[in-house]
């Protein structure tokens, strides 16, 4: 009974050491989502685990935890190269363009892991930690891709729209490897100070197929890919500042100028536009006055032709019935002329006689016959001498007139 008892506490006792023992020197492992982790197992044998969850790792293995894509920042003033977020902050970084100006870029850029197990062996072996590997290879491997594409431009250039050139030079050489540039002499003339000067500016090589010669890829031999890289700021030294902003004060006033300039112009447009149109008026006017003249003209001129024709009518008319009339009073006159033929124009005689009589018995009426003293007699034919006197006037009348009187 007692041999069995100390059985079971050797078993039990057994079983709780190797319960201890599984808890201090757990085989077990586990890979988080998003990570790979690198197993160095205590016969040596190193392996990646990949696949995320638990997995077998073996007793008094070490492992080494590396994030899938790790992004390297150069948005602060100083490095720290402590891993926070998959991401390790390394500063801003200082560029010098071609005109020999400075700026900070400020930026961030994500670089991913290979997938395969031997080159993430060899960056594990080489650097050990994420930290180290971007301090040793992704750190100055960023700052020389972005310093290349610095050289490749002035500041001014820059400034006026070489911003998303830079870029896409600086995430070429990061995919690809950074280019061999050489230096090259050009003449221009210096806005400011108004004069010719020699520029010398940094191009970069070529081959005889006319693509960029470049260096070795250090991330390459890792087969390290380039996720994506931004360029947020980039912070001219403060004679660039100066400088930029002497010409912008000159672009802003030569802007404005071409700006007066061109408003002067529209201005002279719209006013030589609103003169020929006041011409046009005014021409539109004056001929619709010409033309409200020609037309009255025109009305007078039917109007007169009207009365004229009204005239000639009238006149055709007056003439027509003057003839009439002479028609009539030819008439009239060869039927008087005929009966004074007939009857030897007694009528007109007897009424010129009447007349005739009318006139010296109305003088001889008014005139005093009777003397006053009266001497002598009676005419021999026993009539006075007036009566004798009024005589001979009517017979003298009858004579004149052709008229017999007497009595037959």
Known sequence: MEKLNLKKVFMLGGAVLALILLIS????????????TCVTQASG???????????????????????????????????????VDNTVEIGKIN???????????????????????KEMLEIHNTHRTPESLVKRRLSPYTQECLQSSGQLLSSEAHYSGGRAQ???????????GAFLLKIQENNTYDTLEKAPKKVYTVVTQVDKNGQPKRKFSSIKEYEISVGDAQITDVD?????????????????NASV????????????????????????????????????QVVAAQTQV????????????????????????????????????????????????????????????????????????QSGGTSPNGGSNVNQMVDMFMFKSAAALNLDIKTK
Do not use: C, H
């Open 236 to 252: 001219y030294q403060e004679q660039v500042d100066k400088m930029l902003a002497k010409k912008i004060e000159a672009s802003t």
């Open 95 to 117: 560029i010098r363009f071609n005109d020999a100006t400075t700026a900070k870029v400020s930026g961030i850029t994500q670089y991913i892991l290979p997938s395969g197990e």
């Open 166 to 176: 830079m870029v896409q030079d600086y995430l070429d050489q990061l995919k690809n």
């Open 25 to 36: 020197f757990n085989p077990f492992s586990y890979n988080p989502a998003g990570s790979r």
């Open 45 to 83: 044998n190193q392996f990646v685990q990949f696949q995320t969850g638990v997995f077998w790792a073996g007793f008094f293995a070490k492992e080494t935890e590396w994030s899938n894509q790790i992004s390297v920042s150069y948005v602060a003033d100083e490095a720290d190269y402590d891993l």
């Open 302 to 373: 039917q109007l007169a032709q009207q009365d004229l024709e009204k005239q000639s009518i009238q006149e055709k008319a007056a003439i027509k019935e003057a003839n009439k009339i002479k028609i009539l009073a030819d008439a009239n006159a060869s039927e008087k002329q005929r009966d004074i033929q007939a009857n030897g124009a007694l009528e007109q005689k007897l009424e010129a006689y009447i007349r005739v009589q009318e006139a010296w018995a109305k003088a001889a009426s008014s005139s005093n016959w009777v003397p006053t003293y």
């Open 257 to 292: 100028s071409k700006q007066q300039l061109m408003t002067a112009q529209q201005q002279a447009l719209t006013a030589k536009a609103q003169g020929e149109a006041q011409l046009v008026k005014i021409e539109y006017e004056q001929k619709q006055a010409q033309t409200k």
